[in-house]
C-alpha cells in the first residue's frame, strides 16, 4: 500500500477502505507520511466527502492511535463535549451539577484555538489550579469528590492533534466527516461509556446552519453506537455569546455566579437544562428530561452543585477563597462601557465579531504555544432581543491596552433595530 494511491483514490472520489485508512492514519501518527501529502489526502476529503463507513474508520483509527483511557474503575462515567463557541462556560456549571447527583465526572477538557474558548484556560485563572495532575491524582479525586476537570496530558488521540493542527493552516476545519472524527476519536480515547454533545450552531460555531448541525449530529450519533458509546447530541444556538461575560476570568467569575445562584441568564439555562436532563436520562436518575430538568436547577438553588464546584477547585489544589469572593480575580486595567447608538431592540450581539475581537484583546491564541491574558474580554448587560435606550450601556469591554479597546470599540458587533417589538431568545 502506499499514500500516493491512498491520495489519487480519494481525489478520484472513489470510497477508501478500511485498511487505506488506518494505514494513513497509522503511517502519519508515525511520521512515515509527510505533513504535505497528509494536506492533499485532507484536502481532497474536505472537498469529496465520505461515507459514513469511511468516517467511522477514520474515527476509530484516530481513537486508537495513542492511549484509550480505561475508567472503569469510576462505574458508569458520562461525558460532555461541546463542538466550540463563545462565552460556553457551559462545562463549569453543568459538570459541578451533574457531580452533584452522584454521577463520576472524569472529564479532560481542551484549551482554545481562534476564536472559540477552552475550559481549560478558564479553569486556569483560577489561582493554583492545577490542570495538569498525573492520571492516579485524576482518578482518585473522581474517587473521593465525585468530579476532577484535566488537561489532555495524556497521549489520546495523537492522530487528531496532528490533523487537526494541519487542518487549521490548510482551510480545512469546517467539514462535518473531519470535525466528527476529531471529536469523536477523543471521546472514545477518553474513556467515557456514555456521551452528550453540545453541538452549537449559528455565526460563533463552526455549523452556520441547522441542517449541517443536524448532519453533524446524526454521523457522531451513529459513530457513537458502532462503539458502543451512546451518544445524544443537542444543538443549542450560538449566533450571540453564552450568557454575558466572554474571557477567561470573566467567564470563571459569572459561572460561579450561576453556580451560586445569584443570577441565571436564559440561554444557559436552556442549555444546562437540556443537557444535564440528557445526562441524568443516560445516567437513570431519572425516568423524564422534564424531570431531568427541574432537577437540573434545583441542585443550583439548593447549593448542592457549588459545593462540588468548590470541591473540585480545592482538590486540583485552587484557591478557593477567589470562589467564595470573586471580587478578588484580577481585573483588567481598562473598563471601557459599551453604549447603544439608538433607541429600539437589539437584534445581534454577534458572537464571531466578538470572539475574535476577545481574541485581539489578548483572551484567545492563534498558535497552540501563544500565552494568553485572563483578564481581558467583555462583559454585556443586554441579550439580543433587549430594548434599549440612545446612551444606554449595553456592556464593557476589559481590556489591559487602552487602543486596543477604543479600536473595538469602532467594530461593529451589536445590531439595533428601531421599533419596541422584543424578540424572545429563542432556540435556534
Ligand atoms: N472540536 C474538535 O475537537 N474538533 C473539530 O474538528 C472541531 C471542534
Not at 455549523?207 to 458509546?229: Q, V, Y
Request: hydrophobic share 40%; aromatic share 6%.
Amino acid at each position: 500500500m502506499n499514500i500516493q494511491d491512498i491520495i489519487a483514490k480519494k481525489r478520484d472520489k472513489q470510497e477508501l477502505s478500511k485498511e487505506e485508512i488506518t494505514y494513513f492514519i497509522n503511517s502519519y501518527t508515525k511520521g512515515e507520511v509527510t505533513d504535505y501529502q497528509a494536506a492533499a489526502l485532507i484536502m481532497a476529503i474536505y472537498i469529496n466527502g465520505m461515507t459514513d463507513e469511511e468516517t467511522t474508520e477514520l474515527t476509530l483509527a484516530m481513537a486508537y492511535s495513542g492511549d484509550v483511557l480505561d475508567l472503569s474503575s469510576l462505574g458508569e462515567v458520562i461525558d460532555k463535549h461541546s463542538t466550540g463557541g463563545v462565552g460556553d462556560k457551559i462545562t463549569l456549571i453543568l459538570m459541578p451539577i451533574i457531580a452533584s447527583f452522584g454521577i463520576p465526572v472524569a472529564k479532560m477538557s481542551g484549551r482554545g484555538l481562534g476564536f472559540t474558548g477552552g475550559t481549560i484556560d478558564k479553569l486556569e485563572s483560577i489561582p493554583g489550579y492545577n490542570t495538569g495532575i498525573t492520571i492516579d491524582r485524576f482518578i482518585s479525586n473522581v474517587k473521593q469528590n465525585g468530579i476532577s476537570l484535566m488537561g489532555q496530558t495524556l497521549n489520546l488521540a495523537p492522530a487528531d492533534k496532528k490533523i487537526y493542527a494541519l487542518r487549521d493552516t490548510i482551510a480545512c476545519t469546517e467539514s462535518i466527516p473531519l470535525i466528527a472524527s476529531s471529536i469523536m476519536s477523543k471521546k472514545i480515547a477518553a474513556g467515557a461509556n456514555k456521551i452528550v454533545i453540545d453541538v452549537t450552531c449559528g455565526s460563533g460555531a463552526f455549523m452556520k446552519t441547522r441542517k449541517e448541525a443536524e448532519e453533524l449530529s446524526r454521523i457522531m450519533t451513529s459513530i457513537g453506537k458502532l462503539a458502543n458509546r451512546e451518544t445524544i447530541c443537542i444543538i443549542t444556538p450560538m449566533d450571540e455569546p453564552v450568557g454575558y461575560a466572554v474571557g477567561n476570568i470573566l467567564e470563571v467569575k459569572e459561572a460561579i455566579d450561576i453556580l451560586k445562584n445569584k443570577y441565571m441568564p436564559e440561554d444557559v439555562k436552556d442549555i444546562i437544562q437540556e443537557l444535564g436532563a440528557n445526562m441524568l436520562m443516560l445516567a437513570n436518575k431519572v425516568s423524564s428530561i422534564e424531570e431531568g430538568k427541574e432537577l437540573i436547577i434545583e441542585n443550583i438553588r439548593n447549593g448542592k452543585a457549588y459545593k462540588k464546584f468548590v470541591d473540585l477547585v480545592r482538590s486540583q489544589g485552587g484557591d478557593i477563597s477567589y470562589i467564595e469572593d470573586t471580587d478578588k480575580f484580577e481585573k483588567a486595567k481598562y473598563i471601557v462601557p459599551i453604549t447603544a447608538e439608538k433607541d429600539g431592540t437589539i437584534t445581534k450581539l454577534d458572537a464571531l465579531t466578538i470572539g475574535k475581537l476577545s481574541c485581539y484583546l489578548g483572551a484567545g491564541r492563534q498558535k497552540k504555544e501563544d500565552s494568553i491574558n485572563p483578564r481581558v474580554g467583555f462583559v454585556f448587560k443586554k441579550k439580543a432581543g433587549d430594548e434599549v435606550r440612545s446612551g444606554e450601556v449595553l456592556g464593557y469591554i476589559h481590556a489591559d491596552d487602552e487602543a486596543k479597546a477604543q479600536e473595538v470599540l469602532k467594530q461593529e458587533f451589536v445590531g439595533i433595530k428601531n421599533g419596541k417589538e422584543p424578540l424572545k431568545w429563542k432556540k435556534n
